[in-house]
């Protein structure tokens, strides 16, 4: 993590230290002239329009709203008296304390370079506006961590943003470092070859977008995780993404017109995903191919090659999606996690039984 060392860039009096467990944390306040200068946001994508400084390289934070700057900076205007709770900032080592004389838990903290904004960055940014744009400086409070390392800074963002309102749960699914599904998910968004890349997002949901990422990777862990079929554990990252990639692939090919929706996405004399005709790049879709997709790999993965047979995953997706896809079909108003569920049992019927693998056609929980 970059450290950003420069000059000293100013001094904060009268700074309480204080201990919490067995860390140490500082409580102070700076004017909102110079916070700016001396903060920054780690953000994974810019924003638009921010009042903030930001920085993508290693950044885990969703770009920041210019309109909630903008409300909280008309309500700081119209409520001069109001008690703002502090910000919470990451030091990274730039912020040095100093105590002071006799009183050992009071000092000064010596600025040398930038903190993080860990929470707080739409207060900060309508701080940040109202100076900007009247002149009206107020003091920002804020609590400052000194000395976190990089993995217990995003800990730290997330443990708070899941206690609050507003963070997605793309966001939240993206920042697990456990998750594998989560990486699984954002690669099919990333990848050249992917049939959807660019298309899943890790904080607001654009014009462009078909999925969050929470979503994708929730169908993503249920695809690999069949009742009584260890396919899960005879793979790594590398091969689900080749596979859930592939899979779509052929849906895609096997489903053209279906799949003719997401032309809609870049399209500006549509409405986007409100003119799809059919569920299949809906969440509904999305879902009900998932629990397909458990019974066609089980039936496809061959053990001994460490590898699926294509040639059988082709066959069995042609047999299951013959259902009708249309959103004012026979399965109007069937949506979401219900819907699909629905959409699936008939599509897992669909598919050729096989006397030995009769065992895998159970109805869905």
């Not at 903008?70 to 109001?82: A, C, H, Q, V, Y």
């Not at 105590?99 to 929470?119: F, M, N, P, R, T």
């Not at 730290?156 to 599904?181: H, I, K």
């Not at 629905?342 to 056609?361: N, R, S, T, Y």
Request: one cysteine or more; hydrophobic letters at 35%; aromatic letters at 8%.
């Amino acid at each position: 993590m970059a450290n950003n060392k420069t000059p000293k860039l100013g001094e904060i009096l009268g700074v309480i230290e204080k201990t919490q467990g067995s860390r140490k944390y500082l409580f102070g306040t700076i004017s909102s002239d110079k916070i700016k200068d001396v903060t920054f946001v780690p953000v994974i994508e810019r924003s638009r329009k921010t009042y903030l400084n930001e920085i993508e390289e290693n950044g885990y934070q969703r770009p920041g709203s210019d309109s909630r700057m903008r409300k909280f900076s008309r309500f700081l205007k119209e409520n001069p008296n109001s008690v703002v709770p502090p910000v919470l900032l990451s030091g990274r080592g730039n912020w040095e304390f100093k105590s002071g004389g006799h009183e050992q838990d009071s000092g000064k903290l010596i600025i040398q370079g930038k903190a993080v904004i860990v929470d707080g960055q739409h207060r900060l940014g309508g701080f940040v506006h109202l100076y900007e744009q009247e002149g009206d400086i107020r003091d920002v409070s804020f609590i400052l961590l000194p000395n976190l390392c990089a993995k217990e800074e995003k800990e730290e963002f997330v443990v708070v943003n899941n206690t609050q309102q507003g963070v997605p749960r793309a966001l939240t699914a993206y920042l697990d470092g456990d998750d594998d599904d989560a990486k699984i998910g954002w690669s099919l968004n990333l990848l050249p070859d992917s049939p959807f890349k660019g298309r899943i997002t890790r904080t607001r949901m654009q014009r462009v977008h078909l999925f969050a990422l929470h979503s994708v990777a929730r169908q993503v862990k249920r695809m690999f995780s069949l009742d009584g079929i260890e396919l899960d554990s005879y793979l790594n990252i590398s091969q689900k993404i080749e596979i859930v990639s592939q899979f779509w692939e052929i849906i895609s090919n096997q489903l053209t017109t279906e799949w003719s929706d997401i032309e809609k996405l870049d399209d500006s004399d549509t409405k986007g995903r409100r003119d799809f005709e059919y569920k299949l790049l809906e969440l509904t879709g999305l879902i009900a191919w998932a629990y397909t997709g458990a019974r066609i790999f089980a039936r496809s993965y061959k053990e001994e090659a460490q590898d699926m047979d294509w040639d059988q995953v082709s066959y069995l997706v042609e047999a299951a999606s013959g259902i009708d896809w249309r959103k004012d079909g026979e399965y109007a108003g069937r949506t979401g996690e219900a819907g699909g569920k629905i959409m699936a049992a008939e599509m897992i019927q669909m598919l050729p039984a096989e006397a030995a693998e009769a065992k895998l056609h159970r109805t869905l929980r």
